[in-house]
């Protein structure tokens, strides 16, 4: 290839015209030019971009031929920040310095620097505590090192507080005042002494059998010590609270509570009586009384005039037997036995008196043969009382088989038929009877009185 000369105005025009035709407005160098020249398309059958191209560097890079490009993204690689104290006019700086390392991309690849100062607070400043907060340092200030806060003293009284002493304590009776305040030391005041009284009791009037006691002590204005102090004793008998005398006049439990007395009249105890009255079925009750006057009568027994009532007074009637046998003749007055033939038996009686009440037993004696059969009946009054329940045998009979007998109650006068208390023994003219029941018991023993025996032997 020659070299052509040409004018640089003219290259310049010419440059002028492709960066117009290739779209760029910069001033381009002749290499550029003769690029930017090739990059025009004229006509049909252009360039075809391929492949990619890496953009590594800022400026004005050609990507005609390429398909795609890749860009790197710029940006900050590290930062450096530094502190520094010094002196400037007699004021302590604190100097903070920032640097910051730039890489390449669409950033401008270098360093960027700044610093700022800030009032800085000397190691080894004190403050001295105050009442009001305090602010340390502040807005724009650093601290170089410790800062030490002195300590309050222990003798140290703010000063809204008042410093107080035993002098400032006051005693208004039994109240120690202690105003509010510092007190450096323990306070006390002394409290005046008083005087323990030696209580006493008063005894009031008697007021409806009761009276009011009392009691009452004085003391001297102060301090007085704990403790029990006992006074004279005012005593109040039961002869002070009662009065009057209460008229007894009925028997019974009875309220004395408020008098001093009881009046109780005098009974007078009567002599008791009994009345016999009519004999019916061979029976006759016998009814005891007795009148007493009110009052308080002495305990004990009073026998009064006994009213007799005699077998012979119960029975009556006759009846005659022909032939042997046995026959209730309780309430016969006399049985006639008129048995003919049998050989020859003779009838006899007997007597007797028993000394000993309630005996288990009498005996006849003197009997002239053993007896076939008998008949006892008693012929002694008996007397009703009701103040004893004793049975005696009235009446046992012998049939020459069995025993019957009669029996008497003497608090109620009546009679009882009895068959199994009864028996009889016979020895050499001796016929002893005997009652099974004992003394004083159903079914009879013997009255002290007489006995009659009528036996056939």
């Given at each position: 290839m020659?070299?052509?000369?040409?004018?640089?105005?003219?290259?310049?025009?010419?440059?002028?015209?492709?960066?117009?035709?290739?779209?760029?407005?910069?001033?381009?160098?002749?290499?550029?030019?003769?690029?930017?020249?090739?990059?025009?398309?004229?006509?049909?059958?252009?360039?075809?971009?391929?492949?990619?191209?890496?953009?590594?560097?800022?400026?004005?890079?050609?990507?005609?031929?390429?398909?795609?490009?890749?860009?790197?993204?710029?940006?900050?690689?590290?930062?450096?920040?530094?502190?520094?104290?010094?002196?400037?006019?007699?004021?302590?700086?604190?100097?903070?310095?920032?640097?910051?390392?730039?890489?390449?991309?669409?950033?401008?690849?270098?360093?960027?620097?700044?610093?700022?100062?800030?009032?800085?607070?000397?190691?080894?400043?004190?403050?001295?505590p105050t009442e009001s907060a305090q602010t340390i340092g502040g807005a724009n200030t650093m601290m170089e090192g410790a800062v030490t806060v002195s300590a309050i003293p222990s003798n140290y009284v703010g000063s809204g507080i008042t410093q107080r002493s035993s002098t400032d304590l006051t005693v208004s009776g039994a109240t120690v005042t202690a105003p509010s305040g510092y007190y450096s030391a323990s306070a006390s005041k002394s409290v005046a002494?008083?005087?323990?009284?030696?209580?006493?009791?008063?005894?009031?009037?008697?007021?409806?059998?009761?009276?009011?006691?009392?009691?009452?002590v004085t003391n001297t204005t102060g301090y007085i010590t704990g403790g029990t102090k006992s006074g004279t004793a005012v005593s109040v008998s039961a002869s002070e609270l009662v009065s009057g005398t209460l008229s007894v006049t009925s028997a019974g439990t009875k309220d004395v509570t408020n008098y001093a007395s009881a009046s109780i009249p005098s009974g007078t105890e009567g002599t008791p009586t009994a009345t016999k009255g009519t004999v019916t079925n061979h029976s006759v009750s016998v009814t005891p009384s007795v009148t007493n006057t009110s009052g308080f009568i002495s305990g004990g027994t009073k026998t009064g005039t006994a009213v007799t009532v005699s077998a012979s007074e119960l029975v009556s009637g006759s009846e005659t037997k022909t032939e042997n046998g046995t026959y209730d003749v309780t309430n016969l007055a006399e049985l006639v036995v008129n048995v003919s033939g049998g050989g020859t038996s003779t009838c006899d009686t007997e007597t007797m008196t028993n000394s000993n009440d309630q005996a288990t037993s009498i005996q006849f004696t003197g009997l002239s043969g053993q007896p076939?059969?008998?008949?006892?009946?008693?012929?002694?009054?008996?007397?009703?009382?009701?103040?004893?329940?004793?049975?005696?045998?009235?009446?046992?009979?012998?049939?020459?088989?069995?025993?019957?007998?009669?029996?008497?109650r003497r608090s109620n006068g009546g009679f009882y038929n009895d068959t199994t208390h009864y028996s009889h023994t016979y020895s050499n003219g001796t016929l002893t009877i005997s009652s099974s029941a004992s003394r004083g018991a159903a079914g009879g023993s013997f009255y002290n009185g007489g006995y009659e025996l009528v036996y056939v032997y």
């Open positions: 020659s070299n052509v000369l040409v004018e640089k105005n003219k290259l310049d025009v010419l440059a002028n015209a492709i960066a117009g035709k290739s779209g760029e407005s910069l001033k381009l160098t002749l290499d550029e030019m003769v690029e930017a020249v090739d990059g025009i398309e004229t006509g049909g059958g252009g360039i075809t971009p391929t492949g990619n191209i890496d953009i590594t560097q800022a400026g004005v890079t050609d990507v005609t031929n390429y398909a795609t490009a890749t860009v790197e993204e710029g940006g900050i690689e590290s930062v450096n920040v530094s502190l520094q104290y010094y002196t400037q006019n007699n004021a302590r700086i604190a100097r903070v310095t920032g640097e910051a390392m730039v890489g390449r991309g669409w950033s401008a690849e270098g360093s960027a620097m700044t610093s700022k100062d800030y009032n800085a607070i000397p190691t080894g400043t004190t403050v001295t002494s008083g005087t323990a009284g030696t209580p006493t009791a008063t005894k009031g009037t008697v007021s409806n059998h009761s009276v009011s006691v009392t009691p009452s076939k059969w008998f008949f006892v009946r008693c012929t002694s009054q008996l007397t009703r009382s009701s103040s004893y329940s004793y049975y005696y045998v009235t009446a046992v009979r012998y049939n020459g088989t069995n025993h019957y007998g009669n029996y008497w």
